[in-house]
């Protein structure tokens, strides 16, 4: 059974930091690129950040470039987003998504990350 499981949100103050960790299960982790979106009520999927099977190539949106790293263990079928200097508009729920080409085969469930005073 595929599965991927994201984890570490919650509420952060603007300037806060939070990591993200998505936990894969059910498939050849390490065969699949690793893209983190975010999602606002009532709007798109939004691409985020992007890292190669092997980790060694990462791609970010230009509106989180700088503040924002994706990382992956493949020893423990794990990719993470560090989020630094949080603002307001990083409010949304995270979710990552396990790619063998360009968009997602598999989908996790999300995680909510509130940046508010």
């Known amino acids: 059974q595929v599965q991927l499981v994201e984890s570490g949100g919650g509420l952060v103050q603007p300037g806060g930091s939070l990591r993200l960790s998505c936990a894969a299960s059910?498939?050849?982790?390490?065969?699949?690129?690793l893209n983190w979106y975010r999602q606002a009520p009532g709007k798109g999927r939004e691409f985020c950040a992007r890292?190669?099977?092997?980790?060694?190539?990462?791609n970010y949106v230009d509106s989180v470039q700088g503040r924002i790293t994706i990382s992956r263990d493949n020893n423990k079928k794990t990719v993470f987003l560090q989020m630094n200097s949080l603002k307001a508009e990083d409010t949304d729920v995270y979710y990552c998504g396990a790619c063998l080409r360009y968009t997602p085969n598999y989908w996790g469930r999300g995680t909510q990350v509130t940046v508010s005073s």
């Open positions: 059910g498939f050849t982790f390490s065969n699949y690129a």
């Open positions: 890292i190669s099977s092997t980790g060694n190539i990462a």
